[in-house]
């Protein structure tokens, strides 16, 4: 059976990385590199695959030593985010809806016309990639309105939970939408318009988002504008009524992904850093009823996303900074041992 | 005072033009306890030094920098400061020339003129609510008013005095001798004091208390009709708020609309200082509170009206290679931009005051 198998020429191996740690306990070692900027990531609960978010696809890995790498889904189109440096982007964000689905947000597209596709998928690789067109189900677009000027795009990332699950989005930013989907019968239903965190949070840019260990709260990463620093928020909302409930100063530049550690419960932010990559990297936020204090546990090149697996080990997503002479593309996904 | 032509032009730059130090401007500033200086700030719209303890309506607390508490005494200070021209080299140029409280807190001219009728570059942004910008100046390089007050005294085409020259010349002045010692316990001034007076006193040049502050409050009839509309437009088709956020109405960030990109040499902006491509032509983001008074617009203060500024957003811009996503075809009726500009001149107008009159000056 032909796969779509495609070994890595570069360091597959875990090696350790050139970076920073603020703990010299905390290890960082790459799983993959050689990726096309990378911006999403999810776990497979039961066979332990991690779908990853690149341009143009998106990719399936089997961690392992060496990991392997299958293209999931492909053909999709392309993006560009930026104005300098600008990057070439694809589909976004990734979540998966049970074990038999996978959620993809588009950012290949222009704002007005990107979907939320979903599709079915297997416990083991597919022969050959799904293109981005044959989705199960295609949500949205959700076009220029009165909910949106300009109509929504870039679903950076998804959260799921029992009812429904959410997706931020970056088309009106007046309004700063996070969607909503409900879940009926396992299957999705109408994305629309469901939080306008702008007006909320005087802050643009609903990009990270997770559920509260106990499911309760949504949480949210405003990333801000990306030509300011220390202008993120992290705001929790109720997801039923989309109440804001609580919202802080993160202290960070640039939040793009969240997650809460399974085995400590612990809340952990990968901060890009438009302004100055140096400063980015991957924090712990301690939340208390008088804000949020970040913490920096390791110094990444910008990271863009990052998901726990059962064991608590936890693999980030980074678009990365090409070594000077390179051609290729410097995105990689690295792993955390189970320690935090 | 704010940022003025021919030091937002770059020409000169006597301030250190130092990166923002996240974490430690966080540190120095009393974050999430921001000061309400009761007896200090505040009135019922535009006050200053002398004003009731009262924040005008609509206005969040004041960001006040630990090392610079506000008082009374060093308000004071810092408004004859502002208004005094004995601060440039011919005693020709106060602070308040190019940031006059009469026009907005900004000069009524595309640029400002400085000592020997010299013209910079940029328009003189408005000082009204600088109190609450992360940035000084059109390309944001100064992080507080401390760092953005003594530019514009430094800078040739402006004010044309060297530091040590300006506090040799306001030490011979027995009235700001004796305040300096009062406030600041100091025998020799230094340009230090001279920058903390002044932001001190800036810090009291606040605009609120608007129609639309009463507004927000339930008075429906505070703004006319028309003027409702155009706030519906603002912050919703017109995607003015996009931008213009908050309080303050303003994102204090920077963004590229196009202004000036179609002329041969754009003015870069921000990317002078952040030395990053995409912050190419952008420039940051003003307050609209009392905009109907500080025209003419834009960085380049190339538009004399509101209605023109309406019409630039209404067309998506100016088209270059890093114009902001925020900027596209709104198509906005006649109407709808007639809505729009009505709101800003009546709605965000605060009632006129005379609490910024220029004060006496001491001998």
Redesign the interface.
């Given at each position: 059976m032909f796969r779509r198998f495609l070994p890595q020429a570069g360091a597959l191996l875990l090696a350790a990385l050139s970076v920073a740690p603020a703990s010299a306990e905390v290890k960082v070692s790459t799983v993959l590199d050689g990726l096309d900027n990378p911006s999403g990531v999810a776990i497979h609960a039961k066979t332990g695959h991690l779908f990853v978010a690149t341009h143009p696809a998106v990719l399936r890995v089997a961690p392992g030593n060496p990991a392997k790498k299958f293209v999931e889904v492909d053909a999709f189109k392309t993006d560009i985010y930026g104005k300098g440096p600008k990057y070439e982007i694809g589909p976004l964000g990734v979540a998966l809806l049970g074990e038999d689905h996978l959620i993809v947000g588009d950012g290949s597209l222009a704002d007005a016309a990107e979907l939320v596709r979903v599709f079915k998928i297997g416990a083991t690789p597919l022969e050959k990639p799904t293109a981005a067109d044959n989705a199960e189900f295609k949500l949205g677009p959700i076009g220029p309105g009165d909910e949106s000027a300009k109509g929504e795009g870039n679903f950076y990332a998804i959260a799921v939970g029992p009812k429904a699950f959410y997706v931020t989005s970056n088309g009106d930013d007046t309004k700063g939408w996070i969607l909503k989907c409900e879940i009926k019968d396992g299957k999705p239903g109408k994305l629309v318009p469901f939080i306008a965190t702008k007006p909320l949070v005087n802050t643009d840019a609903p990009v990270a988002i997770t559920f509260s260990p106990d499911g309760k709260q949504l949480v949210v990463g405003q990333m801000g504008e990306v030509n300011m620093a220390s202008d993120s928020q992290l705001s929790f909302y109720n997801p039923e009524d989309g109440k804001l409930l609580k919202n802080h100063a993160a202290g960070l530049n640039d939040i793009a992904g969240l997650a809460y550690s399974p085995k400590t419960g612990k809340l952990y932010a990968v901060d890009y850093s438009w302004v100055d990559a140096k400063n980015g990297g991957l924090f712990r936020l301690d939340v208390t009823a008088e804000g949020v204090k970040a913490e920096k546990i390791v110094s990444l090149d910008k990271p863009t996303a990052l998901v726990f697996d059962k064991e608590g080990a936890l693999y980030i997503t980074l678009f990365g900074t090409a070594a000077e002479g390179s051609k290729g593309p410097a995105g990689k996904l690295v792993k955390i041992a189970p320690e935090l | 005072m704010n940022g003025r032509s021919a030091v937002d032009a770059g020409n000169v730059d006597t301030q250190s033009h130092r990166?923002?130090c996240?974490?430690a401007?966080?540190s120095a500033w009393t974050?999430?306890t921001a000061l309400v200086v009761a007896g200090l700030v505040g009135a019922a719209n535009l006050r200053g030094a002398d004003a009731p303890a009262k924040l005008p309506l609509g206005l969040p607390p004041i960001p006040v920098p630990k090392d610079n508490p506000q008082t009374p005494e060093k308000i004071a200070l810092g408004k004859q400061l502002y208004f005094d021209r004995r601060l440039s080299a011919d005693d020709s140029v106060s602070c308040a020339d190019c940031h006059d409280p009469k026009k907005g807190f900004s000069n009524g001219e595309q640029f400002a003129t400085g000592v020997k009728g010299q013209k910079g570059g940029r328009n003189s942004p408005t000082v009204l609510n600088a109190a609450y910008q992360?940035f000084q100046f059109w390309d944001g390089r100064a992080a507080t008013l401390e760092d953005q007050a003594l530019g514009p005294i430094a800078n040739p085409i402006e004010m044309s005095m060297t530091l040590p020259e300006m506090t040799l010349k306001v030490s011979g002045i027995g009235g700001y001798r004796k305040q300096f010692q009062k406030v600041f316990g100091v025998d020799k001034i230094t340009p230090a004091e001279v920058a903390k007076a002044i932001a001190s006193y800036e810090r009291t040049i606040l605009s609120g208390n608007s129609p639309y502050d009463h507004f927000k409050q339930g008075e429906v009839e505070a703004m006319s009709e028309s003027a409702r509309s155009g706030m519906k437009l603002f912050?919703?088709?017109?995607?003015?708020?996009?931008?213009h956020?908050?309080?303050n109405f303003t994102?204090?960030?920077?963004h590229?609309i196009g202004v000036g990109m179609d002329q041969p040499n754009p003015d870069v902006g921000?990317e002078a200082i952040?030395k990053?491509?995409?912050?190419?032509g952008?420039f940051k983001t003003p307050t609209v509170r009392d905009i109907a008074h500080s025209g003419p617009y834009m960085h380049d203060g190339s538009m004399k009206t509101l209605a023109e500024v309406v019409e630039h957003y209404n067309k998506g811009g100016t088209p270059n290679?890093?114009l902001d996503?925020?900027l596209?075809p709104?198509k906005l009726t006649a109407e709808e931009k007639a809505d729009l500009v009505k709101f800003m001149e009546e709605g965000l107008t605060s009632p006129p005051t005379k609490e910024h009159d220029a004060p006496k000056l001491p001998d």
């Open positions: - | 990166p923002r996240i974490h401007s966080r974050l999430g992360k912050f919703g088709k017109a995607n003015c708020g996009s931008c956020a908050g309080p994102d204090n960030a920077f590229n921000r952040s990053l491509e995409g912050d190419r952008a290679p890093w996503e925020e596209f709104l």
